[in-house]
């Protein structure tokens, strides 16, 4: 198993920008590629980002492109999503996702955490 714990939503003003942390532990071992998702009220779970096992593919949905980058660390166990320009309508449940591929696309999560809320008033 795998555990996924995300930190670091909050709320901001439209322009703002927050950072998000997602760590993983358990049985981690291995290549893997991470990424987020979100969900707003009365919506369906969208992918947002995600980064392979080197960090050299990402992938953003059109929406985020240009505003938000994902990375993750040298250890390959936290992965982050810098959130800029922020807008009212990102606001969500930001979930992190863990798949055991090096690389998938589309990407999809085998693990997920509980999610963090993010929330950016105009």
């Known amino acids: 198993q795998v555990q996924l714990v995300e930190s670091g939503g909050g709320l901001v003003q439209a322009g703002g920008s927050l950072r998000l942390s997602c760590a993983a532990s358990?049985?981690?071992?291995?290549?893997?590629?991470m990424g987020w998702f979100r969900q707003a009220p009365g919506k369906e779970r969208e992918f947002v980002a995600a980064?392979?096992?080197?960090?050299?593919?990402?992938n953003y949905a059109d929406s985020v492109k240009g505003r938000f980058t994902i990375s993750r660390d040298s250890a390959k166990s936290t992965v982050y999503l810098q959130m800029n320009i922020l807008k009212p309508e990102d606001t969500a449940i930001y979930y992190c996702a863990f798949n055991r591929a090096r690389w998938a696309n589309p990407f999809t999560g085998d693990y997920w955490g509980q999610g963090t809320q993010v929330t950016v008033s105009s």
């Open positions: 980064i392979s096992w080197s960090g050299i593919n990402t």
């Open positions: 358990g049985r981690t071992l291995g290549s893997s590629s």
